[in-house]
């Protein structure tokens, strides 16, 4: 019986143990922030493949979590990004479409976007991706990126140079920008002409 109890007592120092130490690394994993390395995790495109997403680790990447239900969350800071051209050689900007929080059909929403991009001149041939099982935010660490388009921008090594999963203030929009200026230094602003050439007819 003494044997028995002995061995109760330790199996349950062993889990209280365990259960410890796994909440000490679950409390030890951070939310994404400035100086972080991230690599690329596997998403889908607009006809629901799989697909990894591109250029991580290799150009500078600016790439926009969009939640579909709130399609004009950080509308000051897309219109001010905009105005900028950045050299397709060493910079890509992409979105990825949060499908997990929203409650409209993925197919609808896929759907959608291609619509939307057949009408739009800028945006014709932009890369645009997909997640449905919310990879970007369990692999990334996010954090909870519902009802809001993140920001998120890295360098040519994967490190994280800016994240916010809501809406910027004026100051970080230009925080922003600077520092893809500081990284790309081909970037040129755009004027009214050049912008005149975007819009739809």
């Given at each position: 019986m003494r044997r028995v109890i002995a061995y109760i007592n330790i199996v349950f120092i062993w889990l209280v143990f365990s259960n410890h130490?796994?909440?000490q690394k679950l409390a030890d994993k951070h939310a994404l922030q400035k100086?972080?390395?991230?690599?690329?995790?596997e998403v889908r495109d607009l006809k629901n493949k799989p697909v990894m997403t591109?250029?991580?680790?290799?150009?500078?990447?600016?790439?926009?979590y969009a939640d579909?239900?709130?399609?004009?969350?950080?509308?000051?800071?897309?219109?001010?990004?905009k105005q900028w051209k950045f050299p397709t050689d060493t910079f890509l900007a992409y979105g990825v479409v949060n499908l997990k929080d929203t409650f409209y059909p993925n197919s609808f929403v896929r759907f959608l976007i291609r619509s939307i991009r057949k009408r739009s001149k800028r945006e014709a041939g932009?890369?645009?991706?997909?997640?449905?099982?919310?990879?970007?935010?369990?692999?990334?660490?996010?954090?909870?990126?519902?009802?809001?388009?993140?920001?998120?921008?890295?360098?040519t090594t994967g490190e994280v140079l800016f994240w916010k999963a809501?809406?910027?203030?004026?100051?970080?929009?230009?925080?922003?920008?600077?520092?893809l200026i500081d990284r790309l230094p081909q970037a040129k602003k755009l004027t009214e002409e050049d912008l005149r050439?975007?819009?739809?007819d």
């Open positions: 130490v796994v909440g100086g972080d390395v991230i690599s690329a995790i591109p250029f991580i680790g290799e150009k500078v990447v600016m790439i926009f579909p239900d709130t399609p004009k969350a950080n509308e000051y800071f897309v219109e001010k990004v932009a890369t645009i991706l997909t997640d449905p099982e919310g990879t970007v935010q369990k692999e990334w660490n996010t954090g909870d990126s519902n009802n809001t388009i993140g920001i998120l921008v890295v360098d809501g809406e910027l203030t004026k100051e970080e929009t230009e925080e922003v920008i600077n520092i050439q975007f819009e739809l």
